[in-house]
């Protein structure tokens, strides 16, 4: 692809286990945490499975749990209780970071004229499966109600991306991808191209699963998939399987010519990406095919114009399944050996070794691991690995797999893959950002306006902004002063921080955060004696459910929304609990 074809990457959100965020998430990547959670029999039987399934030695007792799975911001976006409790749990998700994504860019109150397309997809509604369906809480009968299709409305997989729409009010291109585990990668190619198209002006892409609403742990059966002892080992000579978890994530994405023309933050750029299927060749509908693979990486590298010597790691599908990492590694090795004979340069890693295999939300946050690497300058170690897989010879490949965090040494550029159950495939290549222009002198002082929707949240906001100012390197007031005044949505309850400096900055919000509930959501902080009166004046005006006219500065990642969440939940039927039934 051409300079002007690459895509900028201008927001990122997950949450995944172990992590409400991409900066928890790489610190648990780099500091080498598994958020893989083992559990007790005491544990598995609170969350409402039978003693005699704690007892059962088939029974593996890990999950990549995630916290917080009942609980949803219902009337932030739109719904009732009632209607929050009928819910998918990954359509809440994907809600969260969608909204996440547009703030982290900068983006949170698009333009009306912009085009922000949505590009996601999601795992079964094994929520709708196992807790709703036949459940007397829902319908006192037993049996569907005649309205049921009203009542869940929207409720499939088919309706996560306009979903988002509706709420966020979006009107580029909502569509909706199901390609099993390379859904949210699919996601990120197909946004890509529509951005490409100018179908849209900016487009999040991503996904959501929850493959289990126990996340306590799973049954394992020989010759099957999963891990027999609850540990992911991708590339590793004792690789069993894999273990499953719950998730989601979203990147925003825009064309690269248009982000750097805007001065936009930028984390990362895709140079190329490709989506193919392994057609016929392989060994049977679920197994995978080393010449669709080997095919995929071809084309992303074609596409990007890259050699691939110029990639110094792949994030890779890496299951830790024996027969699925083997055949990848000899799908990666024969794309790069199309072009060249060098061994042992470029490392291959998978994040599920230490949060799971996320189903549909997999790829995406992948990409999000690649991206932050590729930012950081280091490639973090897979967890559990010792030895190399009993069937590959690793040493005459062009990839090495280590257990420990390597600094990256030269350009840096990723290959990161996903491939679905039924053989649809994508991999997407990842490079460095341009270098920013430094930013223009600062004026002397800011207004930061604050919006929640309740007085709770916007104590909680002004607290995590006033830590990202004073712990966050090179933070600049000006910048943030104009995120909050151009990229974040208009909510009811208010508050304005008028300051000189970070110093005063951050007392002011501190003081906010820790302060009595603002009376009718609207206080001002601080407005000091010396500031020039026009910015006490756009306070005032801020408070009153005005506008604050947008000053110097440019877009920068700010702390997100914090969203008040309750418990939206409704359990399942006591027939799934005497039954052993797995949500």
């Keep these: 692809m051409m300079d002007d074809d690459r895509i900028a990457i201008v927001g990122l959100a997950c949450r995944v286990p172990g992590a409400e965020g991409p900066a928890e998430f790489w610190a648990n990547l780099t500091g080498g945490i598994e958020a893989v959670r083992r559990f007790s029999a005491t544990e598995l039987i609170a969350a409402g499975l039978p003693a005699e399934t704690a007892e059962d030695a088939s029974f593996v007792l890990a999950f990549g749990r995630l916290a917080g799975l009942t609980d949803f911001d219902a009337a932030l976006f739109g719904y009732s209780a009632a209607d929050a409790a009928l819910l998918d749990p990954q359509h809440r998700l994907f809600l969260e970071v969608a909204w996440w994504a547009l703030e982290d860019g900068g983006y949170g109150r698009p333009d009306p004229e912009t085009q922000v397309g949505v590009f996601a997809g999601c795992a079964a509604n094994r929520y709708l499966r196992h807790h709703l369906l036949g459940n007397p809480a829902v319908h006192p009968a037993g049996s569907l109600p005649e309205d049921w299709d009203e009542l869940l409305a929207g409720g499939t997989c088919d309706y996560l991306p306009s979903r988002v729409a509706y709420a966020l009010g979006l009107t580029g291109p909502a569509v909706a991808v199901q390609t099993s585990c390379s859904s949210s990668l699919v996601s990120v190619c197909q946004a890509a191209q529509s951005l490409l198209d100018y179908r849209c002006d900016l487009a999040i892409a991503g996904g959501a699963a929850v493959v289990s609403t126990r996340q306590v742990g799973y049954r394992h059966r020989p010759g ?264 974040r949505r208009r909510l009811p309850h208010r508050a304005a921080v008028v300051a000189r400096d970070l110093s005063g900055a951050v007392a002011a919000l501190r003081s906010l955060a820790t302060g009595p509930e603002p009376v009718e959501g609207r206080v001002v902080a601080s407005v000091p004696a010396d500031a020039p009166a026009e910015l006490g004046d756009r306070a005032g005006e801020w408070l009153r459910g005005g506008e604050v006219p947008a000053a110097a500065g440019r877009r920068v990642p700010l702390p997100g929304y914090p969203f008040q969440r309750d418990r939206h939940w409704i359990e399942p039927p006591e027939a799934a609990r005497l039954t052993g039934a797995r949500p």
């Design 224 to 487: 099957g998939t999963l891990a027999a002892d609850g540990v992911c080992r991708p590339y590793d000579a004792d690789a069993s399987g894999q273990v499953f978890g719950n998730g989601a994530g979203a990147v925003l994405l825009k064309r690269l010519a248009d982000a750097v023309e805007a001065d936009d933050h930028i984390y990362g750029v895709l140079a190329g990406w490709a989506v193919n299927n392994d057609g016929a060749a392989r060994a049977g509908f679920t197994a995978p095919g080393v010449t669709g693979q080997a095919a995929v990486v071809a084309e992303a590298l074609a596409a990007a114009g890259w050699q691939p010597t110029d990639v110094g790691f792949v994030e890779g599908h890496g299951s830790g399944t024996a027969i699925g990492d083997a055949l990848e590694i000899e799908a990666l090795t024969r794309a790069f050996r199309m072009h060249t004979d060098r061994s042992g340069y470029c490392v291959l890693g998978s994040v599920k070794s230490g949060i799971g295999n996320l189903d549909a939300a997999a790829g995406v946050v992948g990409l999000i691991k690649a991206v932050l690497a590729v930012r950081h300058g280091v490639i973090p170690g897979t967890l559990h690995f010792r030895r190399p897989h009993r069937d590959v010879d690793l040493a005459a490949t062009p990839f090495v797999v280590t257990a420990t965090e390597q600094k990256w040494e030269g350009p840096r550029r990723a290959g990161v893959s996903s491939f679905g159950l039924g053989g649809t495939n994508a991999h997407v290549l990842v490079e460095e950002p341009p270098v920013r222009p430094a930013a223009d002198a600062a004026p002397p002082w800011a207004l930061l306006p604050l919006s929640a929707a309740g007085p709770r949240a916007l104590r909680r906001l002004a607290g995590r902004l006033a830590e990202h100012l004073d712990t966050r390197s090179g933070a600049s007031l000006t910048d943030a002063a104009y995120t909050l005044a151009t990229g």
